[in-house]
């Protein structure tokens, strides 16, 4: 399963970090996904990050914003969102290869 | 950019009955490994996804056998042979030969 902390409420321009810890299987050896979702709508893939780290892809919006990394030992998956917009607004969730997704945590960007 | 279109976007079903959901992508999903990078995924409300067909046809662990993938190319189809109350929700296809992209969504409710 994979198990996510983070997120909140935050002002435009404030910046949060998500994390993600997997447990119950090799977390080294999946790529991770971050997706998100904004109220009412569908699923947007985010930022993605290889098994060893060498490789990260970004959705256009968020590119210069959001980083994504990870630390295998710890099992864990990080999204460290800065410049945060009102559009930004979503549940954010972790994916470990397509099939294992955390439980979701809710991003809100407001004044 | 992949874009990936549903159809219907909306379905009410009788329990019992069949159903039946359309996607399809604006570029082959056929990767030079000789894979087929097409998934289907069930969102019920309150809910993270969670993964019902990988690659075209395989049903995921636990998935009932009610449920087949089929599909080559760009064009797919997610049927359910007899739907029953716990298989209304939102039902996504997603891409992850470029990237992910997911369909609109398709919303299956009771008659």
């Known amino acids: 399963q994979m198990t996510q902390s983070g997120g909140g409420l935050v002002p435009p321009g404030g910046s949060l970090r998500l994390s993600c810890v997997g447990s119950?299987?090799?977390?080294?050896?999946?790529?991770m996904t971050w997706v998100r979702q904004a109220p009412g709508k569908g699923l947007e893939w985010v930022a993605n990050i290889k098994e060893d780290a060498t490789d990260k892809f970004y959705l256009d919006s968020v590119k210069g914003r959001f980083t994504i990394s990870r630390d295998n030992a710890e099992k864990t998956v990080f999204l460290q969102m800065n410049s945060l917009r009102v559009e930004d607004t979503a549940m954010y969730y972790c994916v470990s290869g397509s099939s294992v997704w955390g439980q979701g945590t809710l991003v809100t960007v407001s004044s | 950019d992949i874009v990936m279109t549903q159809t219907p976007l909306s379905l009410s079903v009788t329990p019992g009955q069949p159903a039946s959901i359309s996607c399809k992508s604006s570029?082959?999903?056929?990767?030079?490994?000789?894979?087929?990078?097409l998934y289907w995924y069930l969102q019920k409300p309150g809910q993270s996804p969670q993964l019902l067909i990988y690659?075209?046809?395989n049903r995921f662990s636990g998935v009932p056998d009610r449920f087949s993938g089929s599909g080559s190319g760009t064009d797919f189809t997610l049927n359910i042979s007899r739907v029953e109350a716990e298989d209304f929700g939102v039902y996504y296809c997603m891409q992850t030969i470029y990237m992910w992209t997911f369909g609109q969504g398709t919303r299956v409710e009771i008659k």
């Open positions: 690659e075209v046809s």
């Open positions: 119950g299987f090799t977390f080294g050896r999946y790529w």
């Open positions: 570029q082959s999903l056929l990767y030079s490994d000789g894979k087929t990078y």
